[in-house]
């Protein structure tokens, strides 16, 4: 398995694929990240250079969000292991 793991490295990065795939990793680790409360009441939409979009319940979490955008972004990188989100829009 650690061949596999292996030879598919090398080839998203060969590809220049790789990059896109850590963004979109973001989604998949969203709820781990800001915690179940806030996963039940937002949706990760997708990831273009850099940006999250994350859909709201309403716009009362979409203000408490904001101010906790920096702290969000912080935790997402340092679970990607590199700055690889950039800014999140939330909608």
């Known amino acids: 398995m650690q061949k596999f793991k292996t030879a598919m490295e ?3 990065k060969k590809a220049g694929l790789e990059k ?4 979109n990793n973001a989604i998949l680790i969203w709820e781990k990240v800001v915690g179940s409360n806030i996963a039940k009441n937002t949706s ?3 990831v273009e250079h850099g940006i999250l979009t994350i859909k709201t319940e309403n716009a009362s ?3 408490e969000l904001l101010f ?3 702290e969000i972004i912080k935790k ?3 679970e ?3 700055k ?7 909608i």
């Open 61 to 63: 979490w979409r203000q």
């Open 10 to 12: 090398a080839f998203l």
């Open 80 to 82: 990607l292991g590199q």
């Open 44 to 46: 990760p939409e997708k």
């Open 68 to 70: 906790k955008k920096d």
């Open 76 to 78: 997402l990188n340092h």
């Open 84 to 90: 690889t989100i950039k800014e999140i829009k939330f």
């Open 20 to 23: 896109g795939v850590k963004q």
